[in-house]
Nanobody, 117 residues
Framework: QVQLVESGGGLVQPGGSLRLSCAAS????????AGWYRQAPGKQRELVAA???????NYADSVKGRFTISRDNAKNTVYLQMNSLKPEDTAVYYC???????????WGKGTLVTVSS
């Protein structure tokens, strides 16, 4: 079965860094748009960062300059490097693989990131 599994979440102090990983099974990220979304308590899920199969990236204004999405095709894994973390970054972060052409829209179960002193 197609599966995305996130890892790397946890508790970090403001100003700290974390790297989230999303490992894919039975699909290849090189064929899809990869995305990281997050949902904070009481808020809607929002796009944080995305990367097309061609390498084009897109970031939410709130994370530009602090977060970086990357892809390792050999490992079939997408990463989200998060630096200079703020308390407002606290959320459950979800990995996504999407293709409009093949109607693929796959989600991971999420990993919790808590930024607090």
């Amino acid at each position: 079965q197609v599966q995305l599994v996130e890892s790397g979440g946890g508790l970090v102090q403001p100003g700290g860094s974390l790297r989230l990983s999303c490992a894919a099974s039975r699909i290849f990220f090189s064929m899809y748009t990869a995305g990281w979304y997050r949902q904070a308590p009481g808020k809607q899920r929002e796009l944080v960062a995305a990367m097309s199969s061609g390498g084009t990236t897109n970031y939410a204004d709130s994370v530009k300059g602090r977060f970086t999405i990357s892809r390792d095709n050999a490992k079939n894994t997408v990463y989200l490097q998060m630096n200079s973390l703020k308390p407002e970054d606290t959320a459950v972060y979800y990995c996504n693989a999407h293709s409009s052409w093949s109607s693929v829209d796959v989600w991971g179960k999420g990993t919790l990131v808590t930024v607090s002193s």
